[in-house]
């Protein structure tokens, strides 16, 4: 199995030393085994954590600070930093990189989710090395992806990635903490289905530097196979770590790290961008009827198979959709939480009697709606 164009996340505590300055062997030894990898012919994108961390060094912060603010602070004197270094390297090797900073806002807009797809696809083209990272220096809770797992695997599935590799300060999941004390603790090389067992071994926080711990990992994992990319969680800190692991996963082996297969066609752009950058605003609950037509037979949601409506939205948010407490779908309405309340339950053709106007058919159509096991939230 060959892979064209592959994905990297690395996160801050790979990149840095234990006092929150960058470690510049890392960042060589990474530099080195992306352009290597781009010279066998692979389009190679970055996702890099570091920024804040590089801040922290430089503004005398031994641990990660709790404020937004101060946060900004070390992401705006870090990135700059940063980029240099990687910008130094990469020229080094014979290679060309550039920076893109995104937020959740940028991927939740039709648009600018679009136009980010172009400039990376134009970048890639020109056989520059985009390195990505969320602009930590304007972000706020509203806005924030959350960490660079997640928007990893976004990134994976936008540009339509063969593989997306995880590099990080833990070899890959294990069945319980490695560092606990625990016996019989065991590397799990291959993920077929992300299962609740799996996610209940992934529980535990990340390092002093970084977000992403292991939940954030396999939160990053569903977005990408559901996306249509295997992704591989492996050491980053050993030794052309990388290439070994693209080595490992074109010879479809799994002997380092954790592999996530994926078994799915992948979605269409615009299904990834609704599920998996779009929040939902509200929730509809289903009856048995309505959730087997649109499993099974690949229907639109009518309002008859409607039994209740969570929260208030407008026409054009995006809801789930469940049966019960089991989510069916997500999806674009085409009807607010107060229209769908008084139609509920009623034939399609009794919409505009109800109502006194007509807007579609369909609450949901099939066209706007994400079905099955590709959920990306509860």
Request: hydrophobic content about 40%.
């Amino acid at each position: 199995m060959k892979f064209n164009r592959i994905v990297v996340k690395v996160g801050s505590s790979t990149l840095t030393n234990q006092n929150g300055k960058l470690n510049f062997s890392q960042l060589d030894s990474l530099s080195r085994q992306l352009v290597d990898l781009k010279n066998q012919g692979k389009e190679i994108i970055l996702v890099s954590s570091g920024a804040v961390a590089a801040g922290m060094g430089e503004l005398g912060y031994l641990t990660k600070p709790a404020s937004i603010p101060e946060q900004q602070a070390c992401a705006a004197v870090g990135q700059g930093l940063l980029i240099g270094i990687y910008n130094k390297f990469f020229r080094q090797y014979g290679a060309k990189c550039a920076q893109i900073l995104l937020t959740s806002s940028d991927l939740e807009n039709r648009n600018r989710y679009l136009n980010a797809f172009n400039t990376l696809e134009n970048l890639i083209e020109h056989e520059v090395i985009p390195i990505i990272n969320e602009n930590d220096t304007i972000v706020t809770n509203e806005i924030k992806v959350g960490d660079n797992d997640t928007l990893s695997a976004r990134v994976a599935g936008l540009v339509e990635a063969d593989l997306l590799i995880n590099l990080s300060d833990v070899n890959g999941l294990y069945n319980a903490n490695p560092n606990g004390d625990y016996e019989n603790v065991k590397l799990i090389s291959k993920v077929e289905n992300i299962t609740a067992e799996i996610e209940k071994m992934a529980g535990g926080k990340g390092s002093k530097v970084g977000t992403g711990g292991m939940e954030t990992k396999i939160e990053a994992a569903k977005i990408a196979i559901n996306s249509g990319v295997m992704m591989i969680i492996g050491p980053g800190a050993k030794k052309n770590s990388l290439l070994k692991i693209v080595e490992m996963a074109e010879n479809n082996e799994s002997n380092i790290g954790t592999t996530f297969l994926t078994a799915q066609e992948r979605l269409s752009k615009r299904k990834q961008w609704l599920n998996f950058n779009l929040p939902a605003a509200g929730k509809l609950i289903i009856d048995q009827g309505a959730a087997a037509a649109l499993l099974k037979r690949g229907k639109s949601l009518l309002p008859g198979g409607i039994t209740e409506v969570e929260g208030d939205f407008k026409a054009g948010d995006p809801v789930l959709i469940n049966q019960g407490r089991e989510k069916i779908a997500k999806g674009i309405v085409n009807y607010s939480a107060q229209e769908i309340k008084k139609i509920k339950g009623a034939h399609s053709n009794k919409i505009e009697e109800i109502l006194g106007y007509f807007n579609k058919s369909e609450v949901i159509h099939r066209d706007n709606m994400v079905v099955g096991g590709d959920k990306s939230e509860s």
